[in-house]
C-alpha cells in the first residue's frame, strides 16, 4: 500500500495548524462534505491505483475516486461521500474494496468503487487507540511505555482528526491492515465493521510514519521514514522491527512471485531480500531520484516508477535487478498499475497517463 507525491501533498498537511480552531473546522467540514463532481477530474491530482477485477479505481485530491472499464482509456467520476484526499486503494476482488486518506479517513465500497461509505475517521482512531492503550496499561512490561502510548493517544485525541492513513493491506474481504502517520496502525477482522488498534503491537519506538505495506502467507511487511522497516511473522498480529540498509525513508514496498522482498524510497535507493528482510543486497539503478511506487505484474515481476516518471522492471537475468522500461514521462508520478490487456496506467499530480502494452507510446 502506502509514494513520493503523496509525500509532497503531506508535508503540506503537516505545515498546516493541527491546533487551530479552523483547521479542525476544515477538516471536519470536509468529512461531512461529499465529494464534488468535477469535469476535469482526470487531469486532478490523483495518488494511488487499484484493480476492481478487470476496472480500474483511481483516488486522489478532496475525494475524487475516478473508475475505469475499458483498461485507461476512458474515466467517470464515482459517488464519495467525503472530500478529504485519498492516498490509498485497494480491492480484494471486483466489488469489495476500501480507500483510506486525510483525517484518518476509511472508505468501503461493495460494488467495485460505485459507492463508498466512511467505516472510520481520525476521530475514531483516536479514540479506539487510547482505549488500546488504557487496556494495556495494568499489565504492561514497560509500565513507562505504556504511559507514554496513553498520553499519545490523548493528544491524538486533543488534535482531532488531521492524521492520514498512508496504506492498506486486505488479504480477503474480512482481514485487513491499515497504517499512516505517526505509527498509526489498525486491523479489521470483519470487513471494517469493527477496527482495533495495534499500535502497541509494533515494534516502532519514534513513532515513524508508515507508508507501505506487503504481505505474503503469513509474512507481512511495514516501510516506512527514516528507513523504517519491520516483519510480522504472525499473519500481521505483530511486528518486529528489521535492520534497515538504508537511512532514508522508504515510499514502497512489494513482493515478486517468488518471494523477493523489494523496498525502495529516496534518491533512488532500492534494495532486495531473499530472505524475508534478514538481509538486504543493493538493487542500483543509474536514475538518483525519488521512487514512489512498485506493483506486481500478471508475471509475478514488479514494476516500479520514480518521482520523474521513469519505470524499471525486476527481471531474472544475472546482473542488475532492476532494469529500465520504456522512456521516462519526464513528470511526477504517484503510482502505477497494470491493466487487464497489460497496458500501464500512471497517475500523478497532472492526472492520469495510460501506456499501450508496448509502451512505445503515450496517451494523456
Request: charged content about 15%.
Amino acid at each position: 500500500m502506502n509514494r513520493f507525491c503523496q509525500v509532497i501533498v503531506r508535508l503540506v498537511w503537516l505545515m498546516a495548524m493541527p491546533f487551530s480552531l479552523a483547521h479542525a473546522e476544515a477538516v471536519g467540514e470536509a468529512l461531512d462534505t461529499p465529494a464534488m463532481q468535477a469535469p476535469q477530474a482526470k487531469s486532478a491530482v490523483l495518488l494511488d491505483l487499484a484493480r476492481a477485477g478487470a476496472r480500474l479505481v483511481a483516488v486522489g485530491e478532496r475525494g475524487i475516486v475516478l473508475l475505469s472499464d475499458d483498461n485507461g482509456v476512458n474515466w467517470r467520476q464515482a459517488v464519495v461521500p467525503v472530500s478529504v484526499s485519498l492516498t490509498a486503494v485497494q480491492f480484494v476482488d471486483a466489488n469489495t474494496g476500501w480507500a483510506v486518506g486525510h483525517a484518518g479517513v476509511v472508505l468501503a465500497s461493495r460494488d467495485g468503487g460505485e459507492h463508498w461509505v466512511v467505516q472510520m475517521d481520525g476521530l475514531r482512531a483516536a479514540q479506539l487507540e487510547l482505549v488500546g492503550a488504557t487496556a494495556q496499561l495494568p499489565s504492561a512490561s514497560d509500565p513507562d511505555a505504556a504511559a507514554a502510548r496513553v498520553q499519545t493517544a490523548e493528544r491524538l485525541g486533543a488534535e482531532g482528526a488531521d492524521k492520514p492513513f498512508l496504506a492498506l493491506q486486505f488479504v480477503d474481504a474480512r482481514h485487513g491492515l491499515i497504517v499512516g502517520a505517526y505509527g498509526l496502525a489498525f486491523r479489521t477482522d470483519d470487513g471494517g465493521t469493527t477496527w482495533h488498534s495495534i499500535m502497541g503491537q509494533i515494534d516502532n519506538p519514534m513513532g515513524a510514519h508508515l507508508s507501505s505495506i506487503v504481505q505474503q502467507g503469513e509474512h507481512w511487511f511495514l516501510a516506512g521514514e527514516q528507513g523504517y522497516l519491520a516483519r510480522s511473522d504472525d499473519a500481521g498480529l505483530s511486528f518486529t522491527q528489521l535492520q534497515s540498509p538504508y537511512a532514508g525513508s522508504f515510499f514502497t514496498l512489494q513482493m515478486r512471485d517468488d518471494g523477493v522482498l523489494l523496498v525502495a524510497g529516496l534518491k533512488g535507493n532500492a534494495f532486495a531480500s531473499r530472505d524475508l528482510g534478514e538481509s538486504f543486497q543493493p538493487a542500483s539503478v543509474s536514475m538518483p531520484v525519488s521512487f514512489s511506487d512498485a506493483v506486481r505484474t500478471a508475471d509475478g515481476q514488479l514494476l516500479l516508477v520514480n518521482q520523474s516518471g521513469a519505470l524499471f522492471r525486476t527481471n531474472n537475468q544475472p546482473g542488475a535487478l532492476l532494469k529500465p522500461y520504456g522512456k521516462p514521462l519526464g513528470k511526477p508520478v504517484a503510482s502505477v498499475i497494470e491493466a487487464a490487456d497489460g497496458s500501464v496506467t500512471l497517475a500523478g499530480f497532472t492526472g492520469l497517463t495510460r501506456l499501450s502494452p508496448s509502451i512505445a507510446t503515450a496517451s494523456e
